[in-house]
């Protein structure tokens, strides 16, 4: 079959978006195939979608111009509405431990390019993916939504995929279709990694008796919890991941879970989102089989504790663009291409076990409660939240 383009990607999420405007801008053609016919949804908008960026993507977004667009001007009231409330600024958090901006000693690192704001700065999921996706057309990248990737066919010279009863050829392919990838499945990709301790739920509802609840985050007997009133509630519950499942959460599991992990019997009259995530921690073992490439949360997973799976995805896409673009032309060295499995793969593993010490440091028994109530402290210092700071927004990979 003839090749229409020379990269199809498969998913029009963040990563495969940012992609796409990587490989216009180097000059190779981009067929993106997305399998939801909307991609506007509740759980990308805050307060779930919210998403914080580190420095290495805020400046990508600015080197291409999108920054402004992409940190909205509604995110920052939000959120300057939100600190408005504490008194003193959080900055995030290590395995639910917080840390604040005015512990943060910004002499040694790196300063950021004018222009760029320090992080944290929290963006919308949805407006994220709206500002590429315009951009990638704009650039010239063909979409094509409420096509799913089902099946992929490789030949010496290009790649094929079934996508909606029809077929669809490229030079090469990248699947960039989140973490249950089918792209990862279909062309044989093994994957690799921790089975996850807990389940996560992220809720928004209307309690009968919200002040039973304290605000904040705390630690109970089978988890933790953090209450932002009047109704978002954040949970992990250490099940070993039992309860994420494709049905439907109900106010009951809500009321259940809730009195497990804090202790407390409430009542939720009202349940308007809800989701469940865990903290299974896997990569696949290559980035590469032959004319197909992985990228983003199709090629590693992890809890979102510290908010590090979009900001490792667009570091991805900016790795693999510009050198599946030069591979595509023809006029760079042969291993070239093979040098983003290299650089990606350690990035990725970096921040999986990132992710697993702070489940292991978020257990409920009382040794790992002790343990906490010292890396606290330790956290709680100059240097420990400088450290902490450095790694959840990425300043220890950015380079002047
Ligand atoms: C509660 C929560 C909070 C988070 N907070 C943060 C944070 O603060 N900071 C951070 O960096 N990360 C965070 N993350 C992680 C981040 O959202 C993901 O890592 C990121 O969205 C991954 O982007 P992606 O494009 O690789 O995959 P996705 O966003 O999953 O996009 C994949 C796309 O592919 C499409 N697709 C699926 N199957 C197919 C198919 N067969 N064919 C075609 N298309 C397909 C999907 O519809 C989707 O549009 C959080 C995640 C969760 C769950």
């Known amino acids: 079959m003839r090749a229409t383009h020379d990269v199809l990607i498969a998913g029009a999420g963040p990563v495969g978006l940012f992609l796409a405007c990587e490989l216009r801008l180097a000059g190779a053609s981009v ?3 997305e399998k ?8 990308k908008r805050p307060p779930f979608g919210l998403r914080g960026l580190t420095m290495l993507s805020i400046e990508a977004f600015r080197r291409h111009g999108l920054l402004d667009a992409i940190a909205a001007p509604t995110t920052g009231a939000q959120a300057a509405a939100h600190w408005a409330n504490q008194s003193r600024r959080p900055g995030g958090h290590f395995a639910g431990i917080q840390f604040h901006l005015d512990q943060v000693d910004r002499s040694a690192w790196p300063k950021p390019s004018p222009g760029s704001p320090n992080p944290p700065l929290a963006v919308e999921l949805e407006r994220v993916e709206h500002v590429l996706a315009e951009r990638a057309e704009a650039l010239g990248a063909e979409i094509i939504r409420g096509v799913g990737v089902e099946d992929v066919e490789q030949a010496e010279d290009g790649v094929s995929v079934l996508a909606g009863g029809a077929r669809h050829a490229a030079a090469w392919l990248v699947g960039c279709d989140g973490g249950r990838s089918v792209v990862r499945r279909a062309v044989g990709f093994a994957f690799t990694g921790s089975e996850p301790e807990f389940t996560g739920y992220s809720v928004q509802v209307e309690l009968a008796d919200p002040a039973g609840l304290r605000p904040g985050r705390h630690h109970g007997p089978a988890g933790m919890y953090t209450f932002a009133p009047p109704g978002v509630i954040a949970m992990v519950e250490f099940d070993g991941g039992a309860h994420h499942r494709g049905e439907p959460i109900t106010t009951g599991d809500v009321e259940a879970v809730l ?9 939720v009259t009202a349940l308007s989102q809800a989701t469940t995530w865990t903290d299974r921690a896997f990569q696949a ?5 032959g004319r197909v490439l992985l990228a983003g949360d199709a090629a590693h997973i992890h809890s979102p504790l510290g908010g590090q799976g979009l900001n490792l995805g667009l570091g991805d896409a900016e790795d693999l663009g510009w050198k599946l673009a030069a591979t595509v032309r023809g006029d760079s060295p042969a291993d070239l291409l093979d040098t983003y499995e ?5 990035a990725g593993a970096a921040v999986l076990d990132w992710s697993r010490a702070q489940v292991a440091l978020m257990r409920p028994d009382q040794g790992t409660r002790a343990l906490a109530a010292v890396v606290r ?12 700071a450095s790694r959840v927004w990425g300043m220890d990979l950015l380079h002047n």
Not at 259 to 267: K, L
């Open 31 to 33: 067929l993106v195939l």
């Open 36 to 43: 939801a016919g909307d991609s506007r949804s509740p759980l």
């Open 259 to 267: 009195h497990r992990v804090s202790g407390v019997e409430v009542t």
């Open 285 to 289: 073992t290559a980035y590469r089989r």
């Open 342 to 346: 290299g650089e990606r793969r350690p």
């Open 377 to 388: 402290e330790l956290i709680e210092t100059r240097d420990g939240t400088t450290y902490v």
